[in-house]
């Protein structure tokens, strides 16, 4: 049975780990990290992103400016660009690792220790990609929703709400330790190898014609 499951939990795996490596990417550009409707224009919608602030027009027009320097950022903003980075990169070299780590690869097959290491690397690549993603996610939802509580602040002030890239960079983070985990699991389960199935048959008969003499 583990010689049936290990493939396809390898291939789940790395099917994960690619859908959360993705969703990372996209939150780390998508311009959605914060939302705020104004009340006395509730024809736009302002959206702040980790690079750029846009407008949104009912219209359907959409209207972007860039940062012009990373210093004046909010320390949340500037920490999750670093992070969403780091996340991205450890994601690729996860992807890689774990693709020579495969057992459907031909390549290596009489390396299997070898094959196992690269594995299990990649699998712990991926949790760290993924933990590296949930942290500037939540931690830009947590000053949001302080900001949007905050009683020092008068209620005429327009307040920033959630965006859909958060939880876009949730569900990164979730699949990439998702994907990692039944990678590391895959290890687990031991594999029978042909040569080595087709000893033991021989063995048995061997065994069973001693025994009938």
Known sequence: ????????????????????WVLSC???YLPQWKNLNLEL???????????????VQEEGGMQC???DSFLALPPEL???????????????LGLLLSGFGLDCLKIGERQQDQKKRLLQFGGMLFWISGITAIVPVSWVAHSTVQEFWDENIPDIVPRWDLGEALFVGWLAGFCLILGGFLLNCTICSTEVHPSSAHYAVAEQQDHGVFSHL
């Open 41 to 55: 224009n509730e024809l736009e919608i302002w959206t702040m992103g980790l690079w750029q602030a846009c407008v």
């Open 78 to 92: 500037r920490i999750s660009r670093i992070l969403m980075f780091f996340s991205n990169g450890l994601g690729l």
């Open 26 to 28: 996209l939150t780390t």
């Open 1 to 20: 049975m583990a010689l049936v499951y290990r493939p396809v939990m390898q291939l789940g795996g790395m099917l994960l780990s690619l859908l959360g």
């Open 65 to 67: 400016k860039d940062f």
